[in-house]
């Protein structure tokens, strides 16, 4: 029996048509200082896709999966864009629920990765007043064995088309002010060491994608696309910080980093994100019985905040 009435997941959200892009990352970028250009910049990268991030369908279909695999309600909340969390916990202390367990899209933890959506779950039981539901967060689960057996399978299939090839895992870059305090480049690291060793591939890297901060500012590197043109060679990519195919494994691997490979006559394979493997459908209905050990104060401090957010997913 779940100690919860309802599993919660919280996604990034995404625009699914053109006219929804702009006011998308109008709400992405709501109170940062991020000049209007890099907005109409990355408009362009979902435009590229006719203004449709797959993230949504992604998100659907996740819970058609584990509804069958869990016996309470399941909803959806977005960050950014319809269905939005706070509609979603109103119409969670509607229908009675008291008491829910949130499973981020987001594995590793970081501020963004982790803090922002304590303070966005908040937010919206806030919205919602003071019969708002309990949300308990599942914690970053980046060691979670079944995480680790889902993405081995990834990168194992990877491996398998492009023998001997250098394995380059890919997350998303951060400032490093914000990664200072965190624990999320140590657990990116640990991940790719597990990940490389059970593929068996001694050949590997952990570099950086979708930078979204001012030159002045620094962030996380190397850049994939920086580091493909200092270093040559075939390549499987595999983007160990993503949870599903949306836009930024899309666009920033599959368009940029393609063409930088096919530029230096160089073969590339992508490895899939794990989906809806059935080793993450069972985490996610195994984690959603138990009780969640609560996040450390410290382990993301919101004093680390970037100033300016990922706005290519």
């Not at 949130?102 to 007043?129: D, K």
């Not at 597990?194 to 930078?211: C, E, I, M, N, P």
């Not at 096919?262 to 984690?287: K, N, Q, S």
């Not at 609560?294 to 382990?299: G, K, N, S």
Request: aromatic residues 8%; charged residues 25%.
């Amino acid at each position: 029996m779940s100690r919860f009435d309802a599993l919660l997941i919280v996604s990034f959200g995404g625009p699914e048509k053109r006219e929804d892009v702009i006011p998308f990352l109008e709400n992405v970028l709501r109170g940062r200082n991020v000049p209007r250009e890099r907005m109409l910049e990355v408009a362009e990268h979902y435009y590229h896709f006719n203004g449709r991030s797959p993230i949504n369908d992604q998100n659907r279909e996740l819970i058609a999966k584990l509804r069958e695999a869990v016996s309470i309600p399941i909803y959806w909340g977005n960050r950014n864009w319809h269905p939005m969390l706070a509609d979603t916990v109103r119409q969670m202390r509607e229908d009675g629920i008291r008491r829910a367990v949130a499973f981020p899209t987001s594995a590793f933890g970081s501020y963004s990765g982790c803090r922002q959506y304590l303070e966005n779950i908040e937010g919206a039981r806030a919205s919602v007043g003071d019969d708002a539901p309990e949300i308990v967060k599942i914690p970053p689960f980046s060691g979670h064995p079944l995480f680790l057996e889902a993405m081995t399978d990834r990168v194992r299939a990877a491996v398998a088309q492009l023998p001997r090839a250098r394995l380059v895992f890919t997350a998303h870059s951060v400032p490093v002010s914000m990664a200072q305090g965190s624990p999320y480049v140590e657990q990116l690291e640990a991940a790719s060491c597990r990940l490389a060793k059970a593929v068996g591939v001694s050949d590997w890297k952990l570099v950086y994608q979708s930078r979204s901060g001012p030159p002045s500012q620094p962030w996380l590197g190397p850049d994939i696309c920086d580091y493909l043109r200092e270093t040559p060679r075939d390549t499987i990519i595999a983007p160990i910080g993503f949870l599903s195919d949306h836009m930024e494994v899309l666009y920033d691997l599959d368009t940029e980093a393609r063409a930088v490979c096919d530029e230096l006559g160089v073969r590339m394979v992508r490895a899939g994100t794990v989906g809806t493997h059935p080793a993450i459908i069972r985490m996610i209905a195994e984690l959603a019985e138990r009780e969640p050990q609560p996040c450390a104060v410290t382990c993301c401090p919101a004093a680390q905040r970037p100033l300016s957010p990922a706005i290519s997913r």
